[in-house]
């Protein structure tokens, strides 16, 4: 996470552990690799090691909008996915504040990094953010995770994974999805 500058540009502090991402016909993330938004058009599985007893949040975000060499809404991460409440691992069975919405990287800005980080709450919480849907691309700007897990008092995050993607034909259709 150091090397592609996660830290610092999404997170304050790498987390120890990696969590495993895998989407459809067996693409896994891993650590910085390159998929094609329609690879990864679908809801991926997510592992990490979880207590079975608490609660955790998992979070999936786009810091590069407009492009990684032209951040400007760096700080305003583009929020992909967020699931809280989650019992263990299971999170299917979490509270899903932002359904998931895959990679969509306007054409002619190069790589995006799209982050998975996991969190582990102090009990079960409850959320007051609006609930979003994967059909509307309105309020997912402006949303910073560590300010959200400041909120929520949830530190750093226990495990993390990212790849990169860069725009294919597939984003007009996610785009159209969106209302875009």
Not at 5 to 27: C, F, M, N, R
Not at 62 to 72: E, F, L, Q, Y
Not at 74 to 80: A, M, Y
Request: negative net charge; glycine residues 8%; contains cysteine.
């Amino acid at each position: 996470m150091e090397e592609h500058q996660v830290v610092p540009d999404v997170i304050s502090v790498a987390p120890v552990e990696v969590a495993k991402v895998t989407y459809s016909g067996g693409l896994t993330v891993n650590q910085g690799n390159e998929l094609k938004p329609r690879q990864v058009k679908d809801i991926p599985e997510v592992q990490w090691n979880a207590d079975a007893s608490a609660f955790y949040l998992l979070c999936m975000t786009d810091p590069d909008a407009p492009s990684r060499k032209d951040a400007t809404y760096r700080n305003e991460l583009n929020l992909r996915r967020l699931v809280g409440n989650i019992p263990g691992q299971n999170v299917a069975d979490g509270e899903t504040l932002s359904e998931y919405i895959g990679s969509g990287p306007p054409e002619g800005t190069g790589l995006h990094r799209y982050v998975f980080l996991i969190y582990k709450q102090n009990g079960k919480l409850t959320f007051d953010e609006q609930r979003l849907t994967n059909r509307s691309g309105d309020n997912r700007g402006c949303f910073k995770i560590s300010k959200f897990a400041e909120k929520y008092n949830l530190g750093n995050p226990i495990a993390g994974n990212f790849y990169q993607a860069e725009w294919d034909d597939y984003v007009p259709i996610l785009y159209k999805q969106l209302g875009a």
